[in-house]
T-cell receptor, first 117, second 111 residues
Framework: DAGVTQSPTHLIKTRGQHVTLRCSPI?????VSWYQQVLGQGPQFIFQYYEKEERGRGNFPDRFSARQFPNYSSELNVNALLLGDSALYLC????????????????FGPGTRLTVL | GIQVEQSPPDLILQEGANSTLRCNFSDSVNNLQWFHQNPWGQLINLFY???GTKQNGRLSATTVATERYSLLYISSSQTTDSGVYFC?????????????FGKGTKLSVIP
């Protein structure tokens, strides 16, 4: 079975540009979450989506936005890139089925490594 | 928000040795996961363990939710166990699935 997939693998942008990162969840998973991991730190939560609705948002500026599509895939958009946005961006999926044990167990994709110059 | 502390931050082991990694958290959780991050950044699921004890080969984990800690045991360590181990939790009162990660334990297993 395919795991969580992300594209692109690597990306280089310059300050002020915009970037779109993509994620496809495990088949049957309806919840997608995004995390940012800077070097030497643990991942930080950015967004969670379930059934195309935002269910949670971390402490990130409005330059960060996301959406989930009817097929449960998701996009993370970052506008007006700053040097500090350079990081590994991770996508995670979970079944999200309310009341089901283990529905919040998250499975991570390989990440997109973004470098802002 | 919920706080997660992992210890030790760094650990160097001789191949074959055993180790215990600890994760303390500050509030009630409805999810606790242990991950191993490989050198390429991939987070590999080790355990989903909001409570109780689980074993998988040379690895085992115990979470005592009432005392707000979890332990990851690695026995007979191998060089392939090297990497960063993360504990991550979801706050039971938060209403979302967001995971809060600790800063990790960097494990180095030397031959």
């Amino acid at each position: 079975d395919a795991g969580v997939t992300q594209s692109p693998t690597h990306l280089i942008k310059t300050r002020g540009q915009h970037v779109t990162l993509r994620c496809s969840p495990i088949s049957g998973h309806k919840s997608v979450s995004w995390y940012q991991q800077v070097l030497g730190q643990g991942p930080q939560f950015i967004f969670q989506y379930y059934e195309k609705e935002e269910r949670g948002r971390g402490n990130f500026p409005d330059r960060f936005s996301a959406r989930q599509f009817p097929n449960y895939s998701s996009e993370l958009n970052v506008n007006a890139l700053l040097l500090g946005d350079s990081a590994l961006y991770l996508c995670a999926s979970s079944t999200g089925l309310a009341g089901e044990f283990g529905s919040n167990e998250q499975f991570f994709g390989p990440g997109t490594r973004l470098t802002v110059l | 928000g919920i706080q997660v502390e992992q210890s030790p931050p760094d650990l160097i082991l001789q191949e074959g040795a055993n180790s215990t990694l600890r994760c303390n958290f500050s509030d009630s959780v409805n999810n606790l996961q242990w991950f191993h991050q490989n050198p390429w950044g991939q987070l590999i699921n080790l355990f989903y363990i909001p409570s109780g004890t689980k074993q998988n080969g040379r690895l085992s984990a115990t979470t005592v939710a009432t005392e707000r800690y979890s332990l990851l045991y690695i026995s007979s360590s191998q060089t392939t166990d090297s990497g960063v181990y993360f504990c991550a939790v979801s706050d039971a009162g938060a209403g979302s699935y967001q995971l809060t990660f600790g800063k990790g334990t960097k494990l180095s297993v030397i031959p």
